[in-house]
C-alpha cells in the first residue's frame, strides 16, 4: 500500500527509483497501481532511454514471463537475482492456468536444471500464498488448486468483458430454467 501512495505523488526520475524499488521488493506481485500511476504517461512520452527501459521492464514484471526477459535482455536493464526469482515465480503464476503442470513444463519455461529447484519455486509461491496445490514428486507434476492472477494487459479487458458477460447471461440462464422447474 506504501507503493501505491508513493505512486500517486511521483513524478520523473523518483517515479523510475520506485519502479526499481517495486520490481526488487520480494513480497509485491502487482504492479497495477505503478502503470496507472498520475505521471506515468508523462515517463513515458518525456523519458530518457533509461526511463524507458524501466517502464518496459515493469510492464515485463506486470504482464510478461521468464521467457520474456530472456528472450528481450538486450533492450532491459539488467535484474537483480531477487528480482529474476520473482520473475520465475510471476512466470510460474502465468503457468498456473492449467490444472496441473509437470515439472519437466516448469523447468523449461522457467529455465531451471533440475526437479528440486522447481520443487523449491512452488513452495515459494505456497508460503507467500500465491497459490495453492499439491506437489507430486514421484509423477514430477503441480496439481494446482488456485492461484492469484496477474495483472491485465489494458488491451485484453474487452475480451475479459466479454467472457464476463457470457458467463452471466449464463448464469442468469440457468436461473431462468431452476425457477421454471
Not at 64 to 93: E, F, M, N, V, W
Amino acid at each position: 500500500e506504501a507503493y501505491s501512495l508513493l505512486a500517486k505523488q511521483a513524478k520523473g526520475k523518483a517515479l523510475v527509483h520506485l519502479i526499481q524499488q517495486a520490481i526488487d521488493d520480494p513480497t509485491l506481485f502487482s504492479f497495477n497501481y505503478l502503470l496507472t500511476a498520475p505521471h506515468i504517461d508523462a515517463l513515458r512520452q518525456d523519458g530518457d532511454e533509461s526511463d524507458l527501459q524501466q517502464l518496459r521492464l515493469l510492464e515485463l514484471f506486470s504482464y510478461g514471463t521468464y521467457s520474456d526477459y530472456t528472450q528481450h535482455t538486450p533492450s532491459l536493464p539488467s535484474i537483480s537475482p531477487k528480482a529474476t526469482r520473482k520473475l520465475k515465480i510471476l512466470s510460474l503464476l502465468t503457468l498456473c492456468h492449467a490444472p496441473s503442470i509437470s515439472y519437466a513444463d516448469m523447468m523449461q519455461a522457467l529455465d531451471l536444471t533440475t526437479p528440486a529447484q522447481a520443487e523449491e519455486l512452488v513452495i515459494e509461491a505456497l508460503y507467500a500464498s500465491l497459490l495453492s496445490g499439491k506437489l507430486n514428486s514421484a509423477q514430477q507434476i503441480l496439481t494446482v488448486e488456485s492461484c492469484v492472477g496477474r495483472d491485465c494487459r489494458p488491451d485484453t479487458l474487452p475480451e475479459i468483458e466479454d467472457k464476463l458477460s457470457r458467463w452471466l447471461e449464463t448464469c442468469e440462464d440457468m436461473m431462468t430454467a431452476l425457477q421454471a422447474q
